[in-house]
Antibody
Framework: EVHLVESGGGLVQPGGSLRLSCAAS????????MNWVRQAPGKGLEWVSY????????HYADSVKGRFAISRDNAKNSLFLQMNSLRAEDTAVYFC????????????WGQGTLVTVSS | SYVLTQPPSVSVAPGQTARITCGGD??????VHWYQQKPGQAPVLVVY???DRPSGIPERFSGSNSGNTATLTISRVEAGDEADYFC??????????FGGGTKLTVL
């Protein structure tokens, strides 16, 4: 059974940094592209970042480009999101989501981890 | 960037049919996917590639896509279908794009 479990969220001051993790199990992690998607309180879903299975192809939403960095460790079945220069508008629940190969949708999502940026 | 427009809310009585639209410029040329999200939970894929259903999703959920509008149709609506629904496409410049979401209320 596929499981995605996020961790690392918390309260951080504006300008601070945080590193999110997503532990994957139940599938061959390296075969799948992965993403981070966020949801601000009471708002809709916003795609944040994408990484290919081998980690060589990476994309970011304009709203986080230059501040966030996605990475993965296939040996440890883990996905990461390094978030720097955090702003109040980055406050959201962050989900990791699995991309279906050769398609454009997400078939499994984690439960999310809450990031709150506030002084 | 590509924009998807959904109505903020849709209300329907139990047993009736709910239709949730997703508008976008020539969206019929894209594959549209739909997610259901209940409060405090992660989104769940309910329709992919316009009209296909993942295993475990009831046949009551169906989708269509043509022209500038994609539609998620939920037949014989049940109380348990009350949730937020989001459409999503892949765009070459914006990558994964989501609609703003529609809150389905079962009266």
């Amino acid at each position: 059974e596929v499981h995605l479990v996020e961790s690392g969220g918390g309260l951080v001051q504006p300008g601070g940094s945080l590193r999110l993790s997503c532990a994957a199990s139940g599938f061959t992690f390296s075969n799948y592209e992965m993403n981070w998607v966020r949801q601000a309180p009471g708002k809709g879903l916003e795609w944040v970042s994408y990484i290919s299975g081998d980690g060589t192809n990476i994309h970011y939403a304009d709203s986080v480009k230059g501040r966030f960095a996605i990475s993965r460790d296939n040996a440890k079945n883990s996905l990461f999101l390094q978030m720097n220069s955090l702003r109040a508008e980055d406050t959201a629940v962050y989900f990791c989501a699995r991309d279906v190969p050769l398609s454009s949708y997400f078939d499994f999502w984690g439960q999310g981890t809450l990031v709150t940026v506030s002084s | 960037s590509y924009v998807l427009t959904q109505p903020p809310s849709v209300s329907v009585a139990p047993g009736q049919t709910a239709r949730i639209t997703c508008g976008g410029d020539n969206i019929g040329g894209n594959s549209v996917h739909w997610y259901q999200q209940k409060p405090g939970q992660a989104p769940v894929l309910v329709v992919y590639d316009d009209s296909d259903r993942p295993s475990g999703i009831p046949e009551r959920f169906s989708g269509s896509n043509s022209g500038n509008t994609a539609t998620l149709t939920i037949s014989r609506v049940e109380a348990g279908d009350e949730a937020d629904y989001f459409c999503q496409v892949w765009d070459t410049t914006s990558h994964h794009v989501f609609g703003g979401g529609t809150k389905l209320t079962v009266l």
